[in-house]
């Protein structure tokens, strides 16, 4: 009975070495198949200290140009930072400085290599971001700079379009006078409102305020004996006949009141 005791211990060791070599390898693959399954799902590798230190830079690039720090903005682009990198939000340091009207940002950044056409992730430019708020001094300067004028956002349309929506009309003729496509509707453009039956009247359009436009008269479209007052599209005043709307007279209308745009005089 004294000799089985080494024998039980010697069995219960080689038992424990069987163990370890069965169950380590299939842990490993586990353990393979987890991270596998990580990174399949989605999950970001770790970041290099490199990538880290670059991230930094940037992120304290778009503060510099919402806030206007120059000094710090000047540092951060001397230390590397991309003047085209976009944000979390898909935003570049160029769309914040416009945003906040950080006119000297802006120029430092386009000095620096920013670039004037890039859009945002949703598909904006500097340029519509200036033309949206009426930011006439900065949306000079990204023309001067090479600003594509006629790039549209869906859903906001031109800059110009943007800029005669929001009411903006400087900003509106800085960019028809630097050669902004008109959009069928803007001043100098000629448009109709014909919603009584296909009669009604044409014009020029002289003015426009987000959707309100003012348009000079030039052509009465049927209405022989006088087409019905509408609030919107006459300004509350029969067109034509007797005691209507005539041709040469400024009449006001809303933007749903245009049936034809771009019309050739």
């Known amino acids: 009975m004294k000799s089985q005791k080494p024998?039980?211990?010697?069995?219960?060791?080689?038992?424990?070495?069987?163990?370890?070599?069965?169950?380590?390898?299939?842990?490993?693959?586990?353990?393979?198949?987890?991270?596998?399954?990580?990174?399949?799902?989605?999950?970001?590798a770790p970041q290099s200290p490199q990538d880290a230190a670059k991230a930094i830079r940037d992120e304290?690039?778009?503060?510099s140009a919402r806030t206007g720090?120059?000094?710090?903005?000047?540092?951060?682009?001397?230390?590397?930072?991309?003047?085209?990198?976009?944000?979390?939000?898909?935003?570049?340091?160029?769309?914040?400085?416009?945003?906040?009207g950080q006119i000297d940002a802006a120029r430092m950044l386009l000095d620096s290599g920013a670039k004037a056409n890039i859009t945002s992730s949703e598909g904006r430019t500097p340029l519509i971001e200036a033309a949206t708020l009426g930011h006439l001094e900065i949306t000079q300067v990204l023309i001067h700079?090479?600003?594509?004028?006629n790039i549209p956002q869906r859903g906001a349309?031109?800059?110009?379009?943007?800029?005669?929506?929001?009411g903006h009309n400087d900003v509106a003729a800085l960019l028809r006078q630097a050669g902004a496509r008109s959009s069928g509707r803007s001043v100098g453009d000629t448009v109709c409102?014909?919603?009584w039956k296909g009669d009604g009247y044409c014009g020029t359009v002289e003015a426009v305020h987000k959707t309100a436009f003012q348009i000079r008269v030039t052509k009465i479209v049927g209405c022989e004996n006088g087409c019905a007052a509408r609030p919107l599209c006459s300004a509350g005043r029969p067109v034509g006949g007797p005691d209507g709307i005539a041709v040469g007279e400024l009449v006001g209308a809303v933007s749903s009141c245009l049936t034809h745009t771009g019309v050739q005089p």
């Open 69 to 100: 720090d120059l000094n710090s903005l000047r540092a951060r682009l001397r230390e590397g930072a991309d003047p085209n990198a976009r944000d979390a939000a898909g935003r570049t340091a160029l769309l914040d400085a416009v945003a906040a």
């Open 157 to 166: 349309g031109t800059a110009l379009e943007t800029a005669e929506r929001n």
């Open 193 to 195: 409102v014909r919603p």
């Open 7 to 44: 024998v039980l211990i010697l069995c219960t060791f080689v038992t424990a070495i069987a163990c370890l070599l069965l169950f380590t390898p299939s842990r490993l693959h586990a353990q393979t198949a987890d991270v596998s399954t990580a990174r399949q799902a989605g999950a970001p």
């Open 145 to 149: 700079s090479g600003a594509d004028l």
């Open 60 to 63: 304290a690039l778009h503060q």
